[in-house]
């Protein structure tokens, strides 16, 4: 395996291929121009320090701007000399060796997947009952499934929100 695939990466999605890749970067902090070698599409990838968020925020790159402003402090920060001189190129992940395909994807988050199985079978059951008993004209208790249906499912949502990010 190259060392090119050990260094910290980053998903892209190449708007040119319309496929998800990856870029690897020696410093996730700092401003890179990356390129798709299969259809040239570009963007770049940014950091704000400030804010702490980084992405793809140089605005019309096809110009070549020497700076970029942070969509959310509204910071401007400049580009280094050679930035457009120096690409990364975006690997997109059907082109990436099995092993480093592997560590990329990231793996699924039981407890969010349990979420949604969880959403989707209340979902079910709740909307069952509920027009089972508008078909009987049980008005009462159509409504109470419906309300308890909701009042599940929000319950449901919140859970997966708090423990879905670990």
Do not use: H
């Amino acid at each position: 395996m190259s060392a090119e695939f050990d260094k910290d990466f980053i998903p892209i999605w190449c708007e040119g291929c319309n496929k998800q890749g990856e870029v690897f970067l020696d410093d996730l902090e700092q401003p890179y121009f990356v390129i798709c070698p299969k259809c040239g599409w570009e963007t770049s990838s940014v950091w704000c320090p400030k804010c702490q968020i980084g992405g793809e925020f140089v605005a019309s790159i096809e110009k070549r701007p020497m700076s970029w402003v942070c969509p959310e402090c509204q910071t401007e920060y400049p580009l280094p000399a050679l930035f457009y001189e120096q690409p990364v190129f975006l690997y997109l992940e059907d082109d990436l060796p099995d092993e480093v395909r592997a560590r990329v994807r990231s793996p699924v988050n039981s407890r969010y997947s349990i979420g949604m199985k969880l959403i989707s079978f209340t979902g079910f059951v709740g909307m069952m009952l509920t027009f089972i008993s508008l078909f009987a004209r049980k008005w009462e208790m159509a409504g109470l499934c419906f309300v308890l249906t909701l009042a599940i499912l929000l319950a449901i949502g919140r859970w997966m929100r708090k423990y879905s990010n670990e």
